[in-house]
């Protein structure tokens, strides 16, 4: 995940052309209820891109001071743990694509999926998890690839689960609807069989089709908190999640990962991302930023 440069709006900042300043005790609060709530570290260098980011949040709800705001995503109301969504959603950016990192992609079609089509197949059940989505271009592409090598995939026990902690991104990938230049990196043959056109307003877009849609399901789900599913995964992808989490909740999340895969069970993670085998000797590199579960 990325957490995003600060808006450069005239009077991002303030509220009617006054500026909310953060302290660096105020800002000490919000950084602790981040981490606690998310897991996401904020050095003191995020300073500004939080002051920026949020003034427009304090805006929003009237407020002319963060004193309020502290005091609210501290709370344990329905309220405080709404807002605390906002306020992940309003520092981090969900930045993904179809595709992204294709050599993922090209790993699922020569390794990781022929031998889950083969067992599902038989009758076996097959997990696939997409774990920090975002608005959903990664798990589609996940089922893209899968219907492609398995039109069949449908009659088979066969599931992907796409789980992000921002609900906003998840009304969008539940929507599945993309405008035509996010789909530049989808293969025109699958761009043809799984999309339609769509036209909302004066907006044309493109639906995912009932087959791809039909093997996900997308549910909220915070990686720091155990996990509320049974059952195991064969794969997860959980990329371009954890960068900003602290090492110790990064660290949590690989563990809690090991404990739901079965052996030779796959993980994807980010570009920028690995996974400390030495800390971690359950599991082993295969592949760029790909690992297997002893
Ligand atoms: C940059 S996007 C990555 C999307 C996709 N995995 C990819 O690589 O293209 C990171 C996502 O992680 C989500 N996220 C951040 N903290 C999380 C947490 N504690 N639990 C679950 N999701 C989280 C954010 O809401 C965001 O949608």
């Not at 025109?188 to 056109?197: S, V």
């Amino acid at each position: 995940m990325t957490l995003a440069e600060p808006a450069r709006s005239p009077g991002a900042g303030g509220v009617a052309g006054q500026e909310i300043r953060l302290t660096p005790e105020v800002f000490r609060r919000i950084a602790r209820a981040v981490r606690e709530y998310a897991g996401i570290s904020l050095p003191e260098s995020k300073m500004a891109l939080v002051q920026a980011r949020l003034a427009k949040r304090l805006r929003a709800l009237g407020m002319t001071d963060f004193a309020p705001y502290c005091a609210l995503i501290e709370g344990r109301s329905d309220e405080a743990l709404a807002e605390r969504q906002e306020l992940i959603t309003a520092i981090t950016t969900n930045v993904t694509r179809f595709f992204r990192e294709p050599h993922h992609f090209d790993m699922l079609r020569t390794r990781v999926l022929p031998p889950l089509i083969e067992h599902a197949r038989k009758g076996g059940r097959v997990r696939l998890w997409s774990a920090g989505c975002s608005t959903g271009e990664e798990p589609y592409s996940i089922a893209l690839t899968m219907l492609d090598m398995a039109s069949d995939a449908g009659r088979h026990d066969i599931k992907i689960l796409a789980t992000d902690l921002d609900r906003a991104v998840l009304a969008t990938a539940n929507r599945g609807i993309y405008p035509e230049r996010a789909l530049e990196a989808v293969p025109a043959t699958l761009r043809k069989a799984h999309f339609q056109p769509r036209t909302e307003g004066n907006e044309t877009g493109f639906a995912v089709g009932p087959a791809a849609r039909a093997l996900i399901s997308f549910r909220q789900l915070n990686l720091t908190l155990p996990f509320p599913m049974r059952g195991s995964f064969d794969v997860i992808f959980c990329r371009n999640v954890v960068i900003y989490f602290d090492a110790e909740t990064e660290l949590s999340v690989w563990k809690a990962f090991s404990e739901r895969l079965p052996p030779g069970g796959w993980l994807f993670v980010g570009h920028s991302e690995r996974i400390n085998t030495l800390a971690l000797p359950m599991f082993a590199s295969d592949g760029v930023t790909s690992y297997r579960r002893l």
